[in-house]
């Protein structure tokens, strides 16, 4: 009976041993990041709130040959509500704004040595942004809605940082321009049309490598 139990232990052993070294040779093909900039910053007590905000949280990579298609996203929904006395009457005032930003592109990588690689390639972005902000002064009401929609691109390059074959590190530059087209509608004046007035304009925006991402790959 022990010879038999061995034995079995033995196989399910070599079968346990045969899938992690399987596994452990399978391609990955997805990476999976987070912005860890603030939370480093935190932890170590570094003035976190000073850091300027890298506006992607969430990065997602799909690993073909020496590339990748690459891909980054974030979105922020604020509202508040207030009772306003700047007026000189007082009323209460309500906020709502909303943001969303993506990116996707293409980057290609080059291994310089074990532990490092390096990566250079092109992003596609797009950012919205919405505010609306309403005053009741209980006589009137008035409203003040802004609209904003930019689109751009530019290229990018950046360092990876392997940590372990499945988790790396990263970070990179970009220069981006970014057309933005909107409109900003207001009803300031109780009794009178709807104001709409039409916003366009152009910005170019370098970015420093301040933000580290972290990767798990799968």
């Given at each position: 009976?022990?010879?038999?139990?061995?034995f079995?232990?033995?196989?399910?052993w070599?079968?346990?041993l045969s899938a992690?070294?399987a596994?452990?040779?399978?391609?990955?093909?997805?990476?999976?990041?987070?912005?860890i900039?603030?939370?480093?910053?935190?932890?170590?007590?570094s003035?976190?709130q000073?850091?300027?905000?890298?506006?992607?949280i969430?990065?997602?990579?799909?690993?073909k040959?020496?590339?990748?298609?690459?891909?980054?996203y974030n979105?922020?929904?604020?509202?508040s509500?207030?009772?306003?006395?700047?007026t000189?009457?007082?009323?209460?005032?309500?906020?709502?704004?909303?943001?969303?930003d993506?990116?996707?592109?293409?980057e290609?990588?080059?291994?310089a040595?074990?532990r490092?690689?390096?990566?250079?390639?092109?992003d596609?972005?797009?950012?919205?942004?919405?505010?609306?902000?309403?005053?009741?002064?209980?006589?009137?009401?008035?409203?003040?809605d802004?609209?904003?929609?930019g689109?751009?691109?530019?290229p990018?390059?950046?360092?990876?940082?392997?940590?372990?074959?499945?988790?790396?590190?990263?970070t990179?530059?970009?220069?981006y321009?970014?057309?933005e087209s909107?409109?900003?509608?207001?009803?300031?004046?109780?009794?009178?049309?709807?104001?709409r007035?039409?916003t366009?304009?152009?910005?170019?925006?370098?970015?420093?490598?301040?933000?580290?991402?972290i990767?798990?790959r799968?």
């Amino acid at each position: 009976m022990i010879r038999y139990l061995s034995f079995l232990l033995i196989c399910l052993w070599a079968v346990n041993l045969s899938a992690q070294t399987a596994e452990s040779k399978a391609v990955k093909k997805v990476e999976i990041g987070l912005n860890i900039t603030h939370t480093l910053a935190g932890f170590f007590n570094s003035g976190g709130q000073d850091v300027l905000l890298d506006p992607y949280i969430f990065s997602l990579k799909l690993l073909k040959n020496n590339g990748a298609i690459r891909s980054a996203y974030n979105f922020r929904v604020k509202t508040s509500s207030e009772f306003d006395f700047n007026t000189g009457v007082g009323g209460q005032r309500d906020a709502k704004e909303t943001a969303v930003d993506i990116r996707v592109g293409w980057e290609w990588r080059k291994k310089a040595s074990n532990r490092f690689s390096f990566y250079w390639g092109a992003d596609l972005v797009s950012r919205f942004r919405k505010e609306v902000v309403d005053f009741n002064d209980f006589q009137s009401s008035l409203k003040l809605d802004e609209q904003k929609i930019g689109i751009g691109g530019g290229p990018i390059m950046g360092i990876l940082f392997f940590i372990t074959p499945t988790i790396t590190l990263s970070t990179e530059a970009a220069i981006y321009g970014v057309y933005e087209s909107g409109r900003i509608q207001n009803d300031l004046i109780p009794g009178s049309p709807a104001e709409r007035v039409p916003t366009r304009g152009f910005e170019l925006v370098p970015t420093i490598p301040n933000a580290l991402y972290i990767h798990f790959r799968f």
